[in-house]
């Protein structure tokens, strides 16, 4: 079955270190995947995605099919960077389907 | 252009009752996805409309049902409720079916079942 593990519920960094987010899927196929992120009391929101190797508020995701990795990366983590992200994985497997990780809250202290 | 929204944004219903929660849609989109996101999880897949029609199921029983209508609004069902049915429901929109492109979430629909 898919899966996206998320190991960390919780990070915390001070403003200014790097900051990574680990995400591990499991799926046999070619994966779409994306990072979503929930900054506070707003909705739910597409941050970045593999397929179009973009780096969006300075946060960048490698796909690294041997270690089925799509770990979020920033070099130099803001205050404003606080928030809840969710790896997602989307497949076709006789039907559509995009599962989410469990989450890492991130917190950057000043 | 409007964004996704959900309504009602709170409710509470018993057990053994049946709801119906409802998407609108974000302006030019064909494709609605419905979550269920319990507290302290990631949303999980319920289901996903295309073009009025299913197009994709996650790990739910059937008591769990939608609907999408020509305007690409659309209705999750969800009958002989259950105390574990309590959660977020989150609806969102795309276009073009599948999940390859960007998805919109709505604010969602607090459901609470005594």
């Known amino acids: 079955a898919q899966r996206v593990t998320q190991p960390e519920k919780l990070l915390s960094v001070f403003k200014g270190a790097p900051v990574e987010l680990k995400c591990n899927y499991s799926y046999s196929g070619s994966p779409e995947l994306f990072w979503y992120v929930q900054y506070s009391r707003q909705r739910l929101q597409l941050l970045l995605r593999h397929i179009s190797r973009e780096s969006i508020k300075g946060f960048t995701a490698d796909l690294n099919k041997g270690e089925t990795s799509f770990h979020l990366k920033k070099p130099f983590a803001q205050e404003e960077d606080s928030a809840m992200y969710y790896c997602a994985l989307s497949v076709n497997t006789g039907g559509f389907k995009t599962i989410f990780g469990a989450g890492t809250r991130l917190f950057v202290k000043a | 252009e409007t964004g996704v929204t959900q309504s009602p944004t709170h409710l509470i219903k018993t057990r053994g009752q049946q709801v119906t929660l409802r998407c609108s849609s974000q302006?030019?989109?064909?494709?609605v996805s419905w979550y269920q996101q319990a507290l302290g999880q990631g949303p999980q897949f319920i289901f996903q409309?295309?073009?009025?029609?299913?197009?994709g199921r996650g790990n739910f029983p059937p008591r769990f049902s939608g609907l999408q209508f020509p305007n690409y609004s659309s209705e999750l069902n969800v009958n002989a409720l259950e105390l574990d049915d309590s959660a977020l429901y989150l609806c969102?929109?795309?276009f073009g079916g599948g999940g390859y492109t960007e998805a919109f979430f709505g604010q969602g629909t607090r459901l609470t079942v005594v």
């Open positions: 302006s030019g989109h064909n494709t």
């Open positions: 409309y295309y073009r009025e029609e299913e197009n």
């Open positions: 969102a929109s795309s």
